[in-house]
């Protein structure tokens, strides 16, 4: 089974989906010009779906759950299917599982729980996760930048935001234009104190204005967030964008977040107790522009306090960033 027109399928049922919708209208595959009796669907996470009709219940256990690869028995109306899943980030491997479970089915006749539950178990290898949970830190640093992306990029620049989103390419600010860059920070504390990593963190790149996101949350074991919620969300607003989806996606995997850690002890939930903007100017706390680390000392640390400093409107924040549309023509993944 051709693994792109799997994809390219996925990828349409994703755009056509109302939101609120739990799965998309579910799209059949063909064989050349015969239409079989299994179909492709695409849920609210944006989770992949390949579904093919049982006659009844796995007669033998289903293989466990990895690295979000799924197999599941699932009912489309009344019938009776086995539900194969996966997290979009990997469709192109989850392509290639889903053509041999499909040329298994329907074009060698095996029973589609047997074939199914053989095909996957051979590919566990490929599946088992290489990686640690993503820390508690970088959890929570993510979900700081995931909030500034949710409610001030996103609603400035729409799925154009997602390409000015740097923090996972490691760059000196989590968000960066031609003409503004913002620095997230995001803490548990009870106050607005953020430790600083670098010695040019706080300083403006040449002729570009720089704001300063504070992001306050409280951890709880009863939180109603987490960074699989604000995924989510995100992805419910860029869905029907091909680029941006892809390259949300790509820079959450650079951050080594998992969609194994939905299930996992180790995802920190938590509620959003404040989150403030501020100008990177004279009065912000920060060390003087032309500091330079003495002789032999490598790095430095620094905690700086944002009290009593001016905040800054979020409406006028929203506004001033949507005024940079008209100059990201040149970007290669934003069109004019």
Request: net charge negative; proline share 6%; charged share 25%.
């Amino acid at each position: 089974m051709n693994s792109e027109a799997l994809i390219s399928s996925w990828r349409g049922l994703r755009a056509q989906r109302s939101p609120g919708e739990e799965l998309t209208r579910t799209a059949p595959i063909t064989r050349g010009d015969e239409e079989t009796q299994l179909q492709l669907a695409v849920d609210a996470a944006g989770t992949l779906h390949l579904l093919a009709p049982v006659a009844s219940l796995p007669k033998r256990e289903l293989p466990p759950d990895y690295n979000g690869l799924r197999l599941r028995h699932a009912r489309l109306g009344e019938i009776d299917c086995l539900d194969l899943q996966s997290p979009p980030a990997h469709e192109i491997m989850f392509a290639a599982l889903c053509g041999q479970v499909i040329d298994a089915i329907h074009d060698e006749g095996r029973d589609p729980w047997s074939a199914a539950v053989s095909i996957v178990r051979s590919w566990q290898s490929a599946w088992r996760p290489l990686r640690q949970p993503m820390s508690r830190r970088d959890q929570i640093g993510l979900a700081g930048e995931l909030l500034m992306l949710r409610f001030v990029w996103l609603p400035a620049l729409g799925p154009d935001a997602v390409h000015l989103w740097s923090g996972p390419d490691k760059e000196r600010h989590d968000f960066v234009s031609q003409q503004l860059h913002m620095e997230v920070k995001t803490t548990t504390r009870s106050r607005s104190e953020h430790e600083i990593s670098r010695v040019d963190q706080l300083t403006p790149s040449d002729g570009r204005r720089l704001l300063f996101a504070s992001v306050l949350l409280e951890e709880s074991a009863a939180g109603v967030q987490s960074v699989a919620t604000l995924t989510d969300a995100v992805i419910e607003e860029i869905r029907r964008d091909a680029a941006a989806t892809d390259g949300f996606m790509t820079r959450l995997n650079a951050m080594n977040w998992s969609d194994e850690m939905r299930r996992s002890p180790e995802l920190v939930r938590f509620h959003v107790r404040d989150a403030q903007i501020f100008e990177v100017d004279e009065e912000f706390p920060r060390l003087p522009q032309d500091f330079c680390l003495p002789l032999g000392v490598l790095s430095i640390r620094y905690t700086i306090s944002l009290a009593n400093l001016p905040v800054l409107d979020s409406a006028e924040v929203i506004n001033d960033i949507s005024h940079l549309r008209s100059r990201l023509k040149s970007h290669p993944y934003i069109s004019a």
